[in-house]
């Protein structure tokens, strides 16, 4: 069964950093490239980032340009979001996903002072 | 990037009813579109993939149609438990900046 379990949400100061990661079991995680996707209160879903399977080819939203950073460990089945510089905009339930049939159920992140 | 429009943004429905949810694409998307329902606190759950195959485990009652620009996702007869916000997603093959729909609120009426 494909899982995908992520963990280090949590609350946050403004101008703060927070490290996410997402545990993948189920699959061959090296073959497969994967997504962060987040969900502000009461807001619809907003793809953040894509890695490849190699980690080589790298996309961001504008939204988080030159502020997050999406990384990958093969040999741990691991995903990562580094997020430096947090506004209060970035409060949201954080998802990390395979493809359309593979999501994890999410971490919140509350950046507030 | 490809911006989703979807419509209506509420639709209120009796129970038993069909239900057409509309999803338009500002340039094709081949079949890479996909359907979600989305529960209060709840992570998203995948409908409908590939524009019109059905994820594990999805009710009959559930379809897609479409391609290119254009999609639906009907509900034949709504129960219950389908009454909640849906969203439609594109993951063109090239670049993989994945968008949404704003969602649709299916309501009770």
């Known amino acids: 069964e494909v899982q995908l379990v992520e963990s280090g949400g949590g609350l946050v100061q403004p101008g703060g950093s927070l490290r996410l990661s997402c545990a993948a079991s189920?699959?061959?995680?090296?073959?497969?490239?994967m997504n962060w996707v987040r969900q502000a209160p009461g807001k619809g879903l907003e793809w953040v980032s894509y890695?490849?399977?190699?980690?080589?080819?790298?996309y961001y939203a504008d939204s988080v340009k030159g502020r997050f950073t999406i990384s990958r460990d093969n040999a741990k089945n691991s995903l990562y979001l580094q997020m430096n510089s947090l506004r209060a905009e970035d409060t949201a339930v954080y998802y990390c996903?395979?493809?359309?049939?593979?999501w994890g159920q999410g971490t919140l992140v509350t950046v507030s002072s | 990037e490809i911006v989703m429009t979807q419509s209506p943004a509420t639709l209120s429905v009796s129970p038993g009813e069909r239900a057409t949810l509309s999803c338009r694409a500002s340039?094709?998307?081949?079949?890479?579109l996909a359907w979600y329902q989305q529960k209060p606190g709840q992570a998203p759950r995948l409908l409908i993939y590939?524009?019109?195959t059905r994820a594990t485990g999805i009710p009959a009652r559930f379809s897609g149609s479409g391609s290119g620009t254009e999609f639906t996702l009907t509900i034949s007869s709504l129960q219950s438990e389908d009454f909640a916000v849906y969203y439609c997603?594109?993951?063109?093959?090239?670049?993989?900046?994945?968008?949404f729909g704003q969602g649709t609120k299916v309501e009770i009426k």
């Open positions: 997603q594109q993951y063109n093959n090239w670049p993989p900046l994945w968008t």
């Open positions: 890695i490849s399977s190699s980690g080589s080819t790298i």
């Open positions: 189920g699959f061959t995680f090296s073959s497969y490239e």
């Open positions: 340039q094709s998307v081949s079949s890479n």
């Open positions: 996903a395979r493809d359309p049939t593979a």
């Open positions: 590939g524009a019109s």
